[in-house]
T-cell receptor, first 109, second 113 residues
Framework: GENVEQHPSTLSVQEGDSAVIKCTYSDSASNYFPWYKQELGKGPQLIID?????GEKKDQRIAVTLNKTAKHFSLHITETQPEDSAVYFC????????FGTGTSLTVIP | KAGVTQTPRYLIKTRGQQVTLSCSPI?????VSWYQQTPGQGLQFLFE???????NKGNFPGRFSGRQFSNSRSEMNVSTLELGDSALYLCASSLAQTQETQYFGPGTRLLVL
């Protein structure tokens, strides 16, 4: 099956700086790559997603890039704010969703 | 439109008991997936139901089972609970296809003593 690796596991940034989280996947058949944000005590919330026919997608301060050849995709958060502090999960989908192990992001005011 | 709802939100059980968790998907969504989330293992796929049929299944023992009703609501059952079953159980719904966006509920926190 699919294997999704996510790095780093923890990330601390100063408010206003950028944060980058990277994921790799193994199954070349995967073609949908969502990112989720999970706050304490809540379920994961979709923040952005990308499909394999697109290389980059942006939504305000959040962007995702996909390199299908190298089988990796990344989440970029610019101008980070304290409310961005949460755990972020990447996922790759073939016949089911395979999730990365999560990145705990802390934005220091 | 109301989001995914899960009941109960919290449960405490003892080893050997069984438990049933419920999930109501977003209106119009026909696919429901279940995940187990633990600090050590992350988010692990349990199974997916679509139109009352199990479409995919993860690598969990037969003690974990589920079903889906004609109104797309889903339940999952865990029998003969073990300490290691303590986890956050998440339900996610999507319109139909596996590779469509999944929307998660708040989860049911299960503690097995």
């Amino acid at each position: 099956g699919e294997n999704v690796e996510q790095h780093p596991s923890t990330l601390s940034v100063q408010e206003g700086d950028s944060a980058v989280i990277k994921c790799t996947y193994s199954d070349s058949a995967s073609n949908y790559f969502p990112w989720y944000k999970q706050e304490l005590g809540k379920g994961p919330q979709l923040i952005i997603d990308i499909r394999s026919n697109v290389g980059e997608k942006k939504d305000q301060r959040i962007a995702v890039t996909l390199n299908k050849t190298a089988k990796h995709f990344s989440l970029h958060i610019t101008e980070t704010q304290p409310e961005d502090s949460a755990v972020y999960f990447c996922a790759a989908t073939g016949n089911q969703f395979y999730f990365g192990t999560g990145t705990s992001l802390t934005v220091i005011p | 439109k109301a989001g995914v709802t899960q009941t109960p939100r919290y449960l405490i059980k003892t080893r050997g008991q069984q438990v049933t968790l419920s999930c109501s998907p977003i209106s119009g969504h026909r696919s429901v997936s279940w995940y187990q989330q633990t600090p050590g293992q992350g988010l692990q796929f349990l199974f997916e139901y679509f139109s009352e049929t199990q479409r995919n299944k993860g690598n969990f023992p037969g003690r974990f089972s589920g079903r889906q009703f004609s109104n797309s609501r889903s339940e999952m059952n865990v029998s003969t609970l073990e300490l290691g079953d303590s986890a956050l159980y998440l339900c996610a719904s999507s319109l139909a296809q596996t590779q469509e966006t999944q929307y998660f509920g708040p989860g049911t926190r299960l503690l097995v003593l």
